[in-house]
């Protein structure tokens, strides 16, 4: 029937095909090009979002929450009309996005940036004299006691750091941060918020709850990997035994 009445529209339908899947082609990989300005950040500014075409967002979207999440993730229309309302609001009006495929996770758009948060892990009392080696979130941490030489060991980098053993208590507890914490950094006599420590860190608030905080039984903190050591039980003079401890990121 269409051929009948329309003899050219066949032809013409072909070809708007084909410039509509060479439409699609260019978009994904103009999106895979933008995408690599925020390829694996778990914070980026809300500006990047805003000045994408709305055919770029939805693939941008995509690209980012499928290598966040581990998996092939396609924001539908309600989260795509959700998240270009979010991130065109006004600054003082913190949103928070959920869906059903995002699972106990959840994009929060505040202070201008656009953040994928995800629940803290548990917390947990680590007895690392009995079990050296646990994980905690995406951090596996480790423990090893020695006999102090009389040097102190050379640290490779903030995710490493050593006590006294004798005066480091045997369980330690690892959990996330709140914001009531603080720490006395090494060197200082007067305990400093943990907020403040991690903004003059650059961490932003999403990455400060997956990171782990070690506390005492006070349940102040005596050590966050990679970010800063505490002046709790260093080692002096009259040290006998070390215990060393390492933080690796899972990559």
């Not at 690209?63 to 959700?82: A, G, K, Q, T, V």
């Not at 996005?97 to 994009?107: H, R, T, V």
């Not at 646990?134 to 006590?163: C, H, M, R």
């Amino acid at each position: 029937m269409l051929k009948t009445h329309f003899p050219y529209a066949e032809g013409g339908l072909d070809a708007a095909l084909d410039a509509l899947e060479d439409d699609a082609v260019f978009l994904e990989q103009y999106a895979r090009t933008e995408y690599k300005k925020i390829k694996g950040e778990t914070c980026t500014p809300v500006e990047f979002w805003k000045t994408q075409p709305r055919a770029l967002i939805h693939r941008l979207l995509r690209l980012w929450l499928s290598e966040l999440l581990n998996s092939d993730f396609i924001p539908d229309f309600d989260m795509m009309e959700r998240f270009c309302s979010a991130i065109h609001s006004p600054e003082n009006e913190p949103k928070h996005i959920l869906s059903a495929g995002l699972g106990e996770n959840k994009i929060a758009v505040r202070s201008g940036q656009v953040l994928f948060v995800s629940p803290s892990p548990p917390s947990v009392c680590w007895d690392y004299r009995k079990q050296p080696r646990i994980q905690w979130g995406k951090y596996a941490l480790s423990a090893e006691l020695n006999d102090f030489s009389g040097s102190i060991p050379k640290l490779d980098d903030k995710f490493s750091t050593v006590f006294d053993a004798d005066e480091f208590p045997a369980v330690i507890r690892v959990e996330a941060w709140e914001h009531a914490d603080k720490m006395i950094p090494f060197d200082a006599k007067t305990p400093k918020n943990m907020k403040k420590i991690f903004t003059d860190a650059h961490i932003g608030s999403a990455e400060r709850f997956q990171i782990p905080l070690f506390k005492n039984a006070d349940s102040s903190v005596v050590w966050v990997p990679g970010v800063k050591h505490s002046d709790f039980a260093k080692i002096t003079n009259q040290t006998r035994k070390i215990v060393s401890f390492r933080a690796q990121e899972d990559r």
